[in-house]
């Protein structure tokens, strides 16, 4: 057990749609880290919190957005969802502003019908 | 850009080793490994950082040529609790403010009895 907690574990949902993923960090960390992982294909970053801020943001879409609440758990809001959005979504948390050593959460999978 | 792992998939009987590669094309800052165990979440295993600190996990080890801006995973004497999907994630220098690790698409280790 990471420490790091997602919510839901599945999400079935339809086209055009909008969903909220929530991610509650290890405690005493301020970096989270969310990522986009489809059937056989790697980890790819999306967007980091810390502290609140957002700090680097990787190939997210307009039409995902995320942002970080003063208790320090992260949500991310994908809307207008398409079936390439169908994936297994990550957060992470870290202690460090910088992306080291990073505590992965058990994942959302969502799936788009 | 991603890094290219290599081989992308490699299976070893018990006690074997294995070495997994990483390369970018890239000015690198720091290496990341993780490993992720099918349906499970990755894990951290290694950072490597250019100047030569590293922070690891026992029996595992690792390098990283700064100058070829490449990194290789050594798994030595290999157990089944090692199989799973190995993803090196690296972060490009001088992207201050925008630190983020960008993971290759892995390299599956499968280890048999």
């Known amino acids: 057990d990471s420490g790091v907690t997602q919510t839901p574990k599945h999400l079935i949902t339809a086209t055009g749609q909008r969903v909220t993923l929530r991610c509650s960090p290890r405690s005493g960390d301020l970096s989270v880290y969310w990522y986009q992982q489809s059937l056989d294909q790697g980890l790819q970053f999306l967007i980091q919190y810390y502290n609140g801020e957002e700090r680097a943001k990787g190939n997210i879409l307009e039409r995902f957005s995320a942002q970080q609440f003063p208790d320090l758990h992260s949500e991310l809001n994908l809307s207008s969802l398409e079936l390439g959005d169908s994936a297994l979504y990550f957060c992470?948390?870290?202690?460090?502003?910088?992306?080291?050593?990073?505590?992965f959460g058990p994942g959302t999978r969502l799936t788009v019908t | 850009q991603q890094p290219v792992q290599s081989p992308q998939a490699v299976i070893l009987r018990e006690g074997e080793d294995a070495v997994i590669n990483c390369s970018s094309s890239?000015?690198?800052?720091?290496v990341h490994w993780y490993r992720q165990k099918h349906g499970e979440a990755p894990v951290f295993l290694m950072i490597?950082?250019?100047?030569?600190e590293q922070k690891g996990h026992d029996k595992i080890s690792a390098s990283f040529n700064e100058k070829k801006q490449q990194s290789s995973l050594y798994l030595t004497a290999s157990q089944l609790s090692y199989s799973g999907t190995y993803f090196c994630g690296t972060e490009i220098e001088y992207l201050w403010g925008n630190e983020k690790l960008t993971f290759g698409t892995g390299t599956r280790l499968t280890i048999i009895p």
């Open positions: 890239k000015a690198l800052y720091s």
């Open positions: 992470a948390s870290s202690v460090e502003v910088r992306p080291y050593e990073q505590y």
């Open positions: 490597l950082l250019k100047g030569g």
